[in-house]
């Protein structure tokens, strides 16, 4: 894209909480496009539960095409709604768009923001900072199945997963070249090859095949099983992981709660060089949605994750920087303990990426003078920087 071109970033709020989190996201982006003079715009797309119901359209026809042509990026809220119960237009839409335009990364990273957040006992920032590398295209989630004989009882359901190896090769250089390029020590890979013997082995044999290309970096691999346990006994030994799609989404809700919650968890669905896609973790809440109570730091950190995969690196660590401030003085929704509402987190997250001192951002030197709990939220994230400016 050539330099003072706008980049427009597809905005697809969802359903649920969806709406809620993304206005917010929506927020701290446009005061990160103020502060660093961004060529965004933001293009609100209504596809969602209301649309479907409304139009019995999920995903339009030529919508991959329009997205991977003419954005730069797409931000995507939550979707789920008890309205659509097979929820159809969740499955065409988000799973439509992982795989419509083969984003074959899902990058969870996963960080240990503030310590008492951990719900492990005598954890340290330093010990949960892992990335998940999440297969995003094929596995269990390619929906290859069927019922013999439904209703009856003698009914019969397969499903398959399929796992091909240019797929498998590609997510697994992935991670190699992200703990590369990150100056990280060790990919582990994670399968349960001891069973799914043919479909995991595949798994293995590109695993050691890829570790060859990367001799700097140490190549380990847990069994699922063992992995889940090691997350929780010793989360400090784990650093970048690869695995498959249907293990990427359980583990990645494990390692959400381990930072504190689905509240954080953001993430990325990226094909490098081509259009991505950026959402929290979490579902669409639908029983909280419209009480102004969903914490929509995960929609922003995903803002982030999409500011940084645009190449603005800099105002992507000041959000995070921004982030970990509100957190350390308790300016959090009820579900990290705070008591404040969705809009406030996200009118002080922007406020606070006004005044943060971007001169040398480290997240983990950022001093926040502590609000009592329980009084009135103060205009702007206090923010200092030790050394520095306010
Ligand atoms: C996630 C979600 C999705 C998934 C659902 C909503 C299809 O759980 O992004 O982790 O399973 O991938
Ligand atoms: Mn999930």
Not at 302 to 321: P, R, T, V
């Amino acid at each position: 894209m050539s330099k003072g071109q706008t980049q427009h970033v597809a905005v697809l709020a969802g359903d649920g909480i969806g709406p809620e989190v993304t206005a917010e996201a929506i927020k701290v982006l446009r005061a990160a496009k103020e502060r660093w003079r961004l060529p965004l715009a933001f293009d609100f797309l209504p596809w969602s539960a209301d649309h479907y119901l409304e139009t019995g359209e999920t995903l339009p026809e030529g919508a991959l095409e329009r997205l991977r042509d003419e954005y730069a990026a797409i931000f995507v809220g939550a979707y789920g709604d008890p309205r659509v119960p097979d929820n159809r237009h969740a499955a065409d839409i988000l799973l439509g768009l992982r795989f419509g335009l083969d984003l074959y990364i899902n990058f969870r990273p996963i960080k240990l923001f503030d310590a008492r957040l951990c719900p492990l006992r005598d954890r340290g920032l330093g010990d949960i900072d892992m990335v998940i590398f999440r297969e995003n295209t094929e596995g269990a989630y390619v929906g290859s199945g069927g019922h013999l004989k439904k209703g009856t009882a003698d009914e019969v359901a397969i499903q398959e997963e399929i796992h091909t190896r240019k797929g498998v090769e590609r997510i697994i250089r992935a991670a190699f070249q992200w703990a590369r390029d990150h100056d990280r020590r060790r990919v582990t890979m994670s399968d349960k090859s001891n069973v799914m013997r043919f479909a995991h082995d595949l798994w293995q044999r590109c695993f050691r095949e890829v570790a060859e290309e990367y001799p700097d970096l140490e190549a380990a691999h847990m069994y699922v099983d063992n992995l889940t346990m090691q997350m929780v006994l010793d989360p400090g030994q784990l650093d970048v992981i690869v695995t498959n799609n249907m293990f990427g989404d359980i583990v990645t809700d494990l390692g959400a709660a381990l930072q504190g919650g689905l509240g954080l968890a953001a993430s990325a669905n990226l094909h490098p060089g081509q259009t991505s896609l950026f959402e929290s973790v979490h579902g669409s809440w639908p029983q909280m949605a419209g009480q102004g109570i969903a914490n929509p730091m995960a929609s922003v950190l995903s803002a982030a994750l999409l500011l940084d995969n645009l190449g603005y690196g800099e105002a992507a660590k000041a959000i995070e920087a921004t982030v970990v401030a509100a957190l350390q003085a308790d300016q959090t929704t009820p579900d990290l303990g705070g008591n404040l509402s969705t809009e406030r987190v996200g009118d002080l997250l922007a406020a606070g990426l006004g005044n943060i001192d971007v001169g040398n951002i480290d997240v983990g030197d950022i001093e926040v003078e502590r609000q009592p709990a329980g009084t009135a939220a103060p205009s702007k994230v206090a923010i200092t920087q030790r050394g520095g400016g306010v």
